[in-house]
């Protein structure tokens, strides 16, 4: 699921970071999904074994509060129009609630494959 990414780098370079923090604000407004109340998390594809495992392991309340969002947008969508301004998630409350959980059962398959590949050797 994850690819390469060039964040790391970045946000280890505090001018680098101070260089692109405008350019990233302007493109997560630019998208427009926080005009339709959704966060960044709700745009991952569900088609991935590991996203519906970690779509599993949400709390109950954010699973509920993620179906609410990912409906009124549609709603919204199907209407062609936008929520009113103060409905619009602010970027503060933009933050990941799925990519950590996805992060960590990447781990565990990982750990489980070395787990599984590895030999067991009798010392003579």
């Known amino acids: 699921m994850s690819g390469p990414s060039l964040a790391p780098y970045i946000l280890r370079r505090p001018w680098l970071k101070r260089?692109?923090?405008p350019f990233a604000n302007w493109y997560a407004n630019a998208s427009g999904y926080r005009?339709?109340?959704l966060r960044a998390d709700d745009l991952i594809p569900e088609e991935n074994n590991t996203v519906?495992?970690?779509l599993?392991?949400?709390?109950?309340?954010e699973a509920y509060d993620r179906v609410f969002r990912l409906r009124r947008a549609f709603q919204c969508?199907?209407?062609h129009q936008?929520?009113?301004p103060e409905e619009h998630t602010k970027p503060e409350e933009d933050v990941a609630y799925l990519k950590p959980l996805i992060e960590e059962i990447e781990a565990e398959e990982k750990e489980r494959s070395?787990?599984?590949?590895?030999?067991?050797?009798?010392?003579?």
């Open 77 to 79: 969508s199907l209407a």
């Open 35 to 37: 005009r339709l109340g």
């Open 82 to 84: 936008l929520l009113p």
């Open 56 to 61: 599993k392991r949400l709390p109950p309340k």
């Open 114 to 124: 070395d787990l599984e590949s590895m030999s067991v050797q009798k010392r003579s």
């Open 52 to 54: 519906l495992l970690a």
């Open 19 to 21: 260089w692109m923090m």
